[in-house]
């Protein structure tokens, strides 16, 4: 696979971050609420124009890639992004995703990371899917557990940001759980 084209859903359109989802992606993604959980924190515009250059040129499922995808509204109004970790492992990824908050509350978020789930096992051929939380986001554990994630491990102090140490859980879902459910 050499590009990601997109996915469309119900309500949403998933495809590839572009140079015109600048504004909006910069304005979501500096906001506190939105970085408290996040290593990422963009300083400037310029920022965001060397992050979409650079995950223009990700090539889908090449081992050690992040890929951010744009989530948007049928009408083209970015809302939010997904990015997929390819690891060193063929068979799994690790998911991460943002929403603006003022679309949170109305399921695109479920909608989208369940659309990227699907593509990843029946595309992608993956094997397990995981996701790393900061144990103060309920909201994303929430998300992650209505969809069929499953805890397995809930480290302690593991994750440094800042200059100080924050725990990080993971979670995880197998091909074979998500085609049970």
Not at 42 to 71: G, H, M, Y
Not at 103 to 122: D, L, R, S, W
Not at 125 to 153: M, T, W, Y
Not at 159 to 172: G, K
Request: net charge negative; aromatic share 14%; charged share 30%.
């Amino acid at each position: 696979m050499s590009k990601f084209y997109f996915i469309e859903t119900d309500r949403l359109l998933i495809r590839t971050l572009e140079m015109k989802d600048k504004n909006d992606f910069f304005h979501y993604r500096s906001m506190p609420e939105i970085y408290q959980y996040q290593a990422w924190r963009p300083k400037d515009i310029d920022e965001i124009e060397e992050f979409i250059n650079e995950n223009s040129s990700v090539c889908p499922n090449t081992r050690n890639t992040w890929l951010q995808l744009a989530v948007c509204l049928k009408e083209g109004q970015l809302i939010g992004d997904i990015g997929i970790h390819f690891t060193e492992d063929d068979y799994q990824i690790e998911i991460g995703y943002t929403l603006s908050p003022e679309y949170q509350g109305n399921g695109y978020a479920a909608e989208a990371v369940k659309a990227v789930i699907n593509y990843a096992f029946t595309e992608l051929k993956k094997h397990r899917i995981s996701a790393s939380v900061d144990p103060d986001n309920l909201k994303s554990i929430k998300l992650l557990e209505k969809i069929g994630f499953r805890k397995e491990a809930h480290f302690i102090k593991s994750f440094r940001m800042d200059n100080q140490w924050y725990d990080d859980c993971i979670y995880a879902i197998l091909a074979e759980e998500w085609k049970s459910l």
